[in-house]
C-alpha cells in the first residue's frame, strides 16, 4: 500500500481532469513475446563496467552546492525501490539482483520500509522497533554487502512514515496506548505528523537509525555509518507537521495535547509577554474556534497553557488567510511559524544524532508536501536546511477494477507536466531527488517517464539522483504486467534503461543555466508575502504544480529552480517566447526540442539531439527527425527510438558500436482495455507481448558498419541487417526484438 486511506477525506485538493488517450483497437497479431533469459552476460547493452566497483572505494559521496561528487567527478545516481522484508530477501535473489541491476545501468537502490515492522514488513525484532530480527538483517546486510561490490550504493529509507511500536517500546513512549490498540502483529502505529510533536517518538526513531549506524555488517566488514556505499539517510518518509495530517495526534493523545500546548503558549509568551497583548494581536474571535475539527472549548487563555497549534494547508493558504480566515489569520500564521519550528528542532536533533553515531553521508529531511504557498515553502525551506530536496511524484494510473476508469494520459502532450512538474521545486543551491516516481499501472506509456526524466530531469534541469518506485521484483524482468501496480521491471519500462542510463550517466543533455528563478524569502511568509502565485494539485501521490510567473512548460527550456533569499525579490516572469518555434519548444541548450499535442489531442513526442545520444520518444509517427548525423523517422504510432554510443567515454561520431534501443507499449496475453483505453477490461496472462517499433534510420558516420539484431538479454544473434548508403530499417514485427547493434 502506498498511501494511507485517510487521505482522501483530509485533502481538500482533488486531481484536475485530464483528457483520457483514447486507444487502438486491440489487435496483438504482430506484437510479439518478450522471453528474456535473464542472463547476466553483458551482451550489448550490459553497463556493468559503467559501475565503479566497489561502491565508496574511494570515498564518500559529497555534496558541494547543487551537485553530488565521487573522487573528483561530479555523480548521478540511476536508481530503483526496494520495500518491506525484500530489503532482506534470500541469498540466491542477492545474488541475482546484484548481477541484473548493474547491467540495466542501475547505481542506487533506495531500500525503503526495512524496518515497517516484524516478518513481511521488515526486520523489526517482535517485541520493539528499534531492535532487528537477527536473521532478517543478517539477510539485509549481504544484499548490502552485494550491492557494494556491484558497484550500487544505498539509500536508508527506515519505515513508511509512521513508526509501528512494539510492546517493549513502552519504556520510550509511555503514553504509547494513546494512540490506540495493539494490532495483531502486536504493534502501534502513531499517527502521521506525530514525531514532529514528540520528543519521545524522535528518540525512538533516532535509536532505530542509530542501532543500524553501529552495526557492523559481517559481509563488508564495515558499520552502515563507516560504510561510503551507504550513501543517504531519509529522516522521515511522506509526512510534515505541515501536512493536512497535522491535527489528528493532537486528537489522539491527551498526554501529547498536554505537552504540544504547554509548549505552543511557552513560544508565545516569548513572542507576545502577555495573554492580553496576544488577545490584541490574534483577536478575540480567533480563541475556541476548531469545534468542527474535533477540538472543542476548553477556555483557551495563555496563562492557563491551553491554546493548541491547529491548523492546515487549507488554513494557511493565502487565500484563505486574506478571505474567509482573515478573522484569524494571526493566530494561524503563529502557528505556521511555530510547527515549521518544531519540524526543524526534529530535523537538527536527528542529523545530530547520525553525526555523532559516525556517519558522515548525505542526510536527507523529507519528501512530501504541504500543500502550496506558505506552508508548502516552509516545508521546502525545512528540507532544505537539512541537504539534498527530495520530492515524490506518480502519473497515471488508477481503480483496476471492471469497468472502472483510470488516467490513461500520456505526459508528452504538455510540456514540463505530470511527473516532471515536481522540478519546480528544486531547490538552487542544493541537489535535487525524485525518490519515488512511475507510470501507475494499467497507465500504458510507461516508457515515456525514464525518457523524460533523463533528458529533462537529470539532464536540462540538473537532477542529481532518482529512484523509480517498486515493492520488489525476482532480479529479472517481470513476467506478467501488473503483478504490482508499480512494476520498474516490466519491459517497457526497464527495456528502455540501457538507452536512458548511458545517457544519464555520461551526462550527454547539457544542463542548462538558472534562467528562471522562484524567489522565496523565509521570513517574508509570515507576512503572507510570497511575490508569485504557485499552484499545487494533489490526488494521493499523483501530484502537478505550476506557478504564474515561472510556469511549468517553463521545464521544457530551461533551468527553474527555488532559490532562498536573504531579502525579499519579486520573482519575474519568464518568457517562453523565444524558445517557440514552428510549433516546438526547443530548450536553451538545443539540444532538446518538444512537440506538444495539446489538451485534447494525442500526441505529442520530443527528440534528444546530444554528441552521446539521439533519440525521437513518443507519438512522431510520419516525422523525419534530423538530429545531427543520425536521422530517425518512425513509422509507428508510438515508440521511444535511442541511437546511443555504447561506451562510457565515446559519443557518436567516436564509438565502435551504436546501441539502437527501440521500446513502445507492452501488455499481457489476453489484455484487454474498453475502446476509448481508460478501463482495463482483462488482466491478461504471461507472456508479456510487446508492440513491434519501426523506423527509417540514416547514419552520416565514414565506415561500413554491420547491423545485428539482439535477442532479449541484449546479446548478439548472426542475424544481420541490410545497410544501404548508411540507411536502414528497424523493424520489430520482422525482427521480434527491441535491440540493435551497429558496429564499425
Given amino acids: 500500500m502506498r498511501f494511507p486511506a485517510y487521505f482522501a477525506a483530509c485533502c481538500a485538493l482533488a486531481l484536475s481532469p485530464v483528457v483520457g488517450m483514447a486507444a487502438d483497437p486491440a489487435d496483438l497479431s504482430s506484437w510479439y513475446a518478450f522471453q528474456p533469459r535473464h542472463t547476466p552476460e553483458?551482451?550489448?547493452?550490459?553497463?556493468?563496467?559503467?559501475?565503479?566497483?566497489?561502491?565508496?572505494?574511494h570515498g564518500r559521496i559529497t555534496r558541494v552546492q547543487d551537485k553530488l561528487f565521487y573522487h573528483g567527478k561530479s555523480l548521478k545516481l540511476w536508481g530503483i525501490n526496494l520495500c518491506y522484508a525484500t530489503c532482506a530477501p534470500e541469498q540466491a535473489l542477492a545474488d541475482k539482483r546484484a548481477a541484473f541491476y548493474p547491467k540495466y545501468g542501475i547505481n542506487s537502490v533506495r531500500l525503503h520500509k526495512y524496518v515497517d515492522g516484524p516478518g513481511w514488513a521488515g526486520i523489526q525484532s517482535q517485541d520493539s522497533c528499534v531492535q532487528f530480527d537477527p536473521a532478517g538483517l543478517d539477510r539485509m546486510d549481504y544484499q548490502v554487502a552485494r550491492f557494494k561490490e556491484a558497484g550500487i550504493y544505498v539509500l536508508l529509507s527506515a519505515h513508511f512514515g509512521a513508526l509501528k511500536l512494539g510492546p517493549a517500546d513502552k519504556q520510550y513512549v509511555p503514553y504509547l496506548e494513546e494512540f490506540g490498540p495493539f494490532s495483531k502483529e502486536n504493534r502501534i502505529t502513531t499517527p502521521h505528523s506525530a514525531i514532529d510533536y514528540a520528543p519521545e517518538l524522535q528518540n525512538v526513531q533516532i535509536l532505530q537509525m542509530v542501532n543500524l549506524l553501529k552495526h557492523r555488517n559481517p559481509y563488508t566488514g564495515l558499520t552502515y555509518a563507516a560504510d561510503p556505499a551507504v550513501a543517504f539517510l531519509e529522516i522521515i518518509n511522506e509526512q510534515s507537521i505541515l501536512f493536512y495530517t497535522s491535527m489528528n495526534p493532537l486528537k489522539a493523545s491527551p498526554t501529547l495535547r498536554q505537552q504540544v500546548a504547554a509548549?505552543?503558549?511557552?513560544?508565545?509568551?516569548a513572542r507576545y509577554g502577555t495573554h492580553e497583548k496576544l488577545r490584541s494581536a490574534w483577536g478575540d474571535r480567533a480563541f475556541d474556534g476548531f469545534a468542527s475539527d474535533g477540538f472543542p472549548p476548553v477556555g483557551e487563555h495563555l496563562d492557563r497553557g491551553n491554546i493548541l497549534p491547529i491548523g492546515n494547508p487549507w488554513y494557511w493558504d493565502p487565500a484563505q488567510l486574506n478571505g474567509s480566515q482573515a478573522y484569524r489569520r494571526q493566530r494561524l500564521i503563529d502557528t505556521l511559524v511555530f510547527l515549521y519550528g518544531l519540524q526543524c528542532e526534529f530535523y537538527d536533533r536527528y542529523v545530530q544524532a547520525v553525526r555523532a553515531a559516525g556517519y558522515e553521508g548525505e542526510v536527507l529531511g523529507s519528501n512530501w508536501q504541504a500543500g502550496r504557498a506558505l506552508s508548502h515553502f516552509y516545508n521546502l525551506h525545512s528540507d532544505w536546511r537539512v541537504g539534498t530536496i527530495d520530492r515524490h511524484n506518480y502519473f497515471g494510473g488508477g481503480s483496476t477494477k471492471a469497468g472502472a476508469k483510470f488516467n490513461h494520459a500520456t505526459m508528452l502532450r504538455s510540456a514540463g507536466s505530470g511527473t516532471l512538474s515536481v522540478g519546480l521545486q528544486q531547490a538552487a543551491d542544493r541537489p535535487f531527488m525524485l525518490s519515488e516516481w512511475i507510470h501507475v499501472f494499467p497507465n500504458e506509456w510507461g516508457v515515456e517517464g525514464p525518457a523524460l526524466l533523463g533528458a529533462y530531469g537529470y539532464g536540462l534541469q540538473g537532477w542529481d539522483v532518482s529512484y523509480m518506485f517498486q515493492n520488489r521484483d525476482t532480479g529479472g524482468f517481470s513476467d506478467r504486467i501488473g503483478r504490482d501496480t508499480w512494476d520498474v521491471t516490466a519491459p517497457q519500462v526497464l527495456g528502455i534503461f540501457p538507452a536512458v542510463a548511458r545517457q544519464v550517466l555520461r551526462g550527454d543533455v547539457q544542463e542548462s543555466e538558472l534562467a528562471a528563478p522562484l524567489y522565496v524569502h523565509v521570513p517574508s511568509l509570515a507576512q503572507v508575502k510570497l511575490g508569485f502565485d504557485d499552484r499545487t494539485i494533489q490526488q494521493y501521490d499523483v501530484k502537478s504544480f505550476d506557478t504564474d510567473k515561472v510556469p511549468a512548460r517553463a521545464l521544457a527550456v530551461a533551468r527553474c529552480a527555488v532559490e532562498f533569499t536573504g531579502e525579499y525579490r519579486d520573482t519575474p516572469a519568464f518568457n517562453l517566447g523565444p524558445f517557440?518555434?514552428?510549433?516546438?519548444?526547443?530548450?536553451?541548450t538545443g539540444q532538446l526540442s518538444w512537440k506538444e499535442a495539446g489538451a485534447a489531442e494525442r500526441g505529442g513526442y520530443f527528440v534528444v539531439d546530444t554528441a552521446g545520444t539521439k533519440a525521437v520518444v513518443g507519438f512522431a509517427q510520419g516525422q523525419t527527425c534530423r538530429l545531427g548525423a543520425v536521422t530517425i523517422a518512425p513509422q509507428c504510432p508510438f515508440a521511444a527510438i535511442y541511437v546511443t554510443a555504447s561506451e562510457p567515454d565515446k559519443d557518436i561520431h567516436t564509438s565502435k558500436k551504436l546501441l539502437i534501443t527501440a521500446i513502445a507499449r507492452a501488455r499481457n496475453t489476453g489484455m484487454k482495455f474498453n475502446d476509448a483505453g481508460d478501463s482495463l477490461l482483462d488482466r491478461g496472462k504471461p507472456p508479456i507481448l510487446m508492440e513491434p517499433v519501426k523506423a527509417t534510420i540514416t547514419l552520416a558516420k565514414p565506415?561500413?558498419?554491420?547491423?545485428?539484431?539482439?535477442?532479449?538479454?541484449?546479446?548478439?544473434?548472426?542475424?544481420?541487417?541490410?545497410?544501404?548508403?548508411?540507411?536502414?530499417?528497424i523493424d520489430g514485427i520482422r525482427d521480434r526484438t527491441p535491440y540493435y547493434v551497429l558496429e564499425f
Avoid at 42 to 57: N, S, V
Avoid at 263 to 269: A, H, N, P, T, Y
Fill in 42 to 57: 553483458p551482451g550489448e547493452i550490459g553497463m556493468q563496467d559503467w559501475l565503479a566497483k566497489p561502491a565508496g572505494q
Fill in 263 to 269: 509548549k505552543f503558549c511557552e513560544w508565545l509568551r
Fill in 580 to 588: 517557440e518555434k514552428d510549433g516546438l519548444l526547443t530548450s536553451s
Fill in 703 to 729: 565506415g561500413t558498419p554491420r547491423l545485428y539484431r539482439l535477442d532479449h538479454d541484449g546479446l548478439r544473434t548472426a542475424t544481420t541487417l541490410v545497410i544501404e548508403n548508411g540507411v536502414f530499417t
